[in-house]
């Protein structure tokens, strides 16, 4: 079992190599610029990062289309950097984790070009075929209005193979046991190399039967989930899962297990496509069934929780009215949404750079239950372009200074254009900017994940949505270990004025202390508390006197 569930209190910060920072010039991030970084992120106060797939790949699909497991680009480096990088992270008590994308592989894939080329190729069978066409093959695409079938023709292989994903994609056929351990051994090999844990991306694909005759409900294997903690767990007992699950709240607990075997972090896709829908209708009422519905049952199990991510903004578990109304307010134009289900666009440009809602937004993020996950970039509040296909809109270079190509490279040209004529552009928008701005919101954030980190009852504590009248605040208290804290946030353009009880039982303190600022609460004779909160205002109080929140901060 695991000794150390470090996650549960972490702070978790999501990069690509590729656009985080180039050392030799040629346009393209690597290890090394990335090294030279990590200080960077130590004073951010981040506790763990998370790379997005820097193996061998085409990138025809930003290295979601993996060509070799056990190497790693040579655009980005070698292994010697790579172990050299998480050397690096270890010597500043930061954990590495690493994207493990094992549903599909490229069709380059040594494995693939064996399989198509030789029916008794021992690789056949680790892909999925089928000599006739499905007849469901125009359905189940993972990105519809670009991908137009699951089923592709090859002609090699004289027979159709399976991809939920791109045509270069072709699934893996995860039921066979040889794939199975071939994932293990891809786990193996990279804890071996100082990797505390994989994002293991499209969970239900991965574990779903598949096959020319499976039906609407295929089977899922929940056994494989199980499997793979174990090994995990043998070979490192602080190692984890974080799952890319995007399900509903009626299955989560398949995914966690109901004894805690299965996975230890999935994203709490639920609570953000609500959270979503608060911010454009300042409405919280979805946020907070969200909320009660994904409550894990068992004390290990814990929700990664984001804003962006370096996929569009998925709004599909909305309802139609629901999914419009964000559509009408972050992302009205066609150009701005994508696969018909939601917006490509980062977080800063869709709130309109308004740093009241971004506080706000961020402010949420934080205090909601689980462990918060941030988006490169989104620190300095970083724009996208539009101009981009696809999501790479959202994936440009990060924006270090005001120099040539905004301090990324000093190549002429870089993987994709940094952004330069916007208001987002890095002449203005750039880390090294905000570091000397003492109100900057790079500035701002520090301190709020300086602040989440003194509070832990948020990740381990047990969680109750305090009773305020007025839909559009969320009132959040937890407990954990005889102490408290309580979280109020306006979702509305116009001020409120709430008035609440602090916890469930009459006789506790009476003041809530304010960690934020000096604008403490007392409650009142009949031990209500009476707060007014500006426009998509906020608050974070630990409840008693001064006194104990200054003892538990020192804890």
């Not at 602090?502 to 009949?526: F, M, T, W």
């Amino acid at each position: 079992m695991i000794t150390d569930l470090w996650y549960k209190n972490a702070i978790l910060y999501c990069l690509s190599v590729e656009s985080f920072m180039d050392s030799d010039g040629d346009g393209v991030g690597d290890f090394r610029g990335l090294m030279r970084r990590l200080d960077y992120l130590h004073g951010l106060g981040v506790t763990a990062i998370w790379l997005m797939p820097f193996q061998t790949s085409p990138g025809r699909d930003d290295g979601y289309d993996v060509s070799d497991y056990y190497s790693v680009d040579p655009r980005y480096g070698t292994l010697g950097d790579f172990v050299e990088f998480t050397q690096g992270a270890k010597q500043r008590g930061m954990r590495v984790l690493i994207d493990l994308v094992v549903n599909h592989t490229s069709n380059e894939h040594p494995w693939f070009k064996a399989a198509r080329s030789d029916p008794k190729s021992p690789y056949r069978d680790w892909y999925v075929w089928s000599k006739a066409k499905p007849a469901n093959a125009d359905q189940g695409m993972v990105f519809p209005g670009v991908q137009t079938t699951t089923w592709t023709w090859d002609d090699v292989a004289e027979a159709y193979y399976f991809h939920r994903f791109y045509e270069f994609q072709p699934d893996l056929n995860t039921a066979n046991p040889r794939v199975q351990a071939e994932i293990l051994k891809i786990m193996g090999f990279w804890i071996q190399l100082g990797v505390s844990g994989f994002r293991m991306d499209a969970v239900p694909f991965v574990i779903s039967e598949k096959g020319a005759k499976v039906g609407k409900k295929p089977v899922e294997h929940f056994d494989m989930l199980r499997s793979f903690r174990e090994f995990l767990q043998w070979r490192k007992g602080d190692s984890i899962i974080l799952a890319e699950a995007n399900i509903l709240p009626k299955d989560d607990m398949k995914y966690f297990g109901a004894d805690g075997d299965r996975m230890q972090m999935m994203f709490n896709f639920q609570v953000n496509q609500n959270l979503f829908y608060a911010l454009a209708s300042s409405d919280t009422g979805p946020l907070r069934t969200a909320l009660k519905q994904t409550r894990p049952d068992y004390d290990t199990a814990q929700w990664g929780l984001f804003l962006r991510n370096h996929d569009e903004l998925d709004l599909g578990r909305l309802t139609a009215g629901q999914r419009q109304t964000v559509f009408d307010a972050f992302g009205p134009d066609k150009s701005m949404q994508l696969y018909d289900r939601g917006i490509r666009r980062r977080l800063a440009p869709m709130l309109k750079g308004d740093r009241r809602m971004l506080e706000l937004a961020y402010s949420v993020m934080f205090t909601l239950p689980g462990t918060p996950v941030i988006r490169y970039g989104d620190e300095i509040a970083m724009g996208d372009d539009l101009a981009l296909p696809e999501r790479n809109c959202a994936r440009t270079p990060m924006q270090w200074s005001d120099e040539p190509q905004a301090g990324f490279s000093t190549a002429k040209k870089t993987f994709l254009p940094v952004i330069s004529d916007s208001g987002y552009d890095y002449a203005h928008v750039n880390v090294a900017e905000q570091r000397r701005d003492p109100n900057s919101f790079l500035n701002w954030l520090e301190r709020i994940i300086r602040m989440r980190q003194e509070v832990p009852e948020i990740g381990w504590g047990e969680f109750r949505i305090i009773d305020i009248r007025d839909a559009a605040v969320l009132g959040l208290r937890y407990d954990w270990r005889n102490n408290a804290v309580l979280f109020l946030h306006n979702f509305h353009a116009e001020g409120s004025a709430v008035s609440f009880r602090s916890g469930p039982r009459r006789g506790e303190p009476g003041k809530l202390v304010n960690l934020l600022s000096d604008d403490h609460s007392e409650a009142d004779g009949d031990g209500r508390h009476h707060v007014t909160l500006e426009p998509y205002g906020y608050r974070w109080y630990r409840v008693g006197g001064l006194d104990d929140a200054v003892r538990r901060t020192e804890m």
